[in-house]
């Protein structure tokens, strides 16, 4: 077999044993070239755990609304996307997908398929047919590592509770080395005793120089009188 004549099935990316043959012997999909421009039709940002075809392209809104409408997927089909985030999820719980099986994404009440919002807790129930939009954050990751508090839930979510957020102390101004060296040394220790030590005498020697005065006065108040 000739590199020319390689063949690759564009839905599931098995090398075909017979390149003539325009069915893919495994997901049974049409391969002809000709075929190319209605699988890229039909790719997408939304995507059904399925561990037959594990391979498969992403497909559109439509493609897996069809699914939901049809019973083709359930409330426990794990499924993925825009509104996950591109993390993987029960039916029942993504937005955009579970109304159509007649259940809230948000509270899980029953539902009118065809309603626009959840008569018991208000949740928008939107299509999501932009094809090029995984629904992913906008903001890059920092090459260096996680930028922010969490690499999986955002600052403002992790901070946005009814208590006051923590903060970090301000440590702008701190002492040198050369400061905190001369401050915990044993000649200053004995510097900052000698101090309080002459403190010590000189409130000492305050007291009985005062003591000294009132017993003069009153020395010399008797001896006037006498």
Known sequence: MSKQSLLVCPFCGVLQDTPEEEVCGVCTRLIGRSTIVVAENEMGPWWIRREEFPFRPGMTYDHIADFARNGKIDEQTIIRGPTTKQLWDIARRVKGIAHLMGRCHACGVKVDPASR?????????????????????????SEAGVDGVS???????????????????DYSIKPTEKEESIIGSPQFRSVQRL????????????????????ILGILIVLLIKN
């Open 151 to 169: 690499c999986f839930v955002t600052d403002e979510s992790i901070f946005k509770t009814q208590s006051t957020p923590l903060r970090v102390p």
């Open 195 to 214: 101090l309080e030590l002459s403190n010590r005498k000189i409130k000492v020697l305050i007291i009985s120089l005062a003591t000294s005065v009132v």
């Open 117 to 141: 919002s959840c008569p018991a807790c208000s949740a928008d129930f939107f299509v999501y047919r932009d094809r090029n939009n995984l629904g992913l954050d906008q903001s890059e990751p």
